[in-house]
């Protein structure tokens, strides 16, 4: 399967990451920025902003979080389509309810990317030119079974974090500092501060950031 040539042809692939965690879209940044094919044209946080970075930047290929704000999914794959009719829509999700929903669109830019499918999986999803599934994806690699949400049994049985640790993981990717963390969860600070050190002890990260990269890896 043909994949888009490489920098040493002279030409980078865009890429636009919209999703609303800004801990992932940094965790994102830093791993796309390490690719020399690829370039980070822009980022959206929010649904409404896709389309106006999106018809700024031009990218060729759109990293969309399924779960990005209130605006209709379908108005925006919709608009992206219609605005950028040659840039991919790369669209994660988490379940098959959300992957139905992208299909029924028949968005034929928009493609359906697990949301627990890995960087190195992910890489090979940007890079196709014909806009078929990866060959790692396509022999297993990246997809979820079809039986379970990617949210539930699968990743968590094999997580060593309990529950409330996994959530206190999403929060932070999320962007939320300690204190929000605590009024969310109605616990204090300082348990929040326990589970980010056992958190950091359990998977061996060091900081907030480290702990997005691999949330991103790990589907967390």
């Known amino acids: 399967m043909q994949q888009l040539e490489k920098a040493s042809a002279g030409k980078k692939i865009r890429v636009l990451v919209a999703d609303g965690r800004p801990l992932v879209r940094v965790g994102l940044r830093l791993l796309l920025e390490q690719e020399s094919d690829l370039t980070l044209v822009g980022e959206a946080d929010k649904a409404d902003l896709v389309v106006k970075k999106a018809t700024t930047t031009r990218p060729q290929v759109i990293l969309l979080d399924s779960r990005l704000g209130e605006v209709n999914g379908r108005s925006v794959l919709q608009q992206l389509h219609r605005s950028l009719p040659k840039a991919r829509l790369l669209v994660f999700s988490s379940t098959d309810k959300e992957e139905e929903q992208v299909r029924t669109l028949r968005v034929p830019s928009a493609q359906v990317v697990p949301r627990h499918t890995s960087f190195q999986a992910l890489l090979q999803w940007i890079r196709q030119l014909d806009g078929g599934t990866p060959d ?34 999403e929060l932070v990717s999320q962007g939320f500092k300690n204190r929000e963390i605590a009024q969310r969860m109605f616990i204090s600070e300082q348990t929040v501060k326990n589970h980010l050190h056992n958190i950091f002890d359990k998977l061996g990260v060091s900081d907030r950031l480290e702990l997005a990269l691999y949330a991103i890896h790990k589907n967390l």
């Open 136 to 169: 790692s994806v396509a022999a297993g690699e990246g997809r979820a079974p079809a039986e379970h949400s990617l949210w539930e049994t699968d990743a968590r049985d094999s997580s060593p974090l309990s529950s409330r640790e996994r959530q206190v993981v």
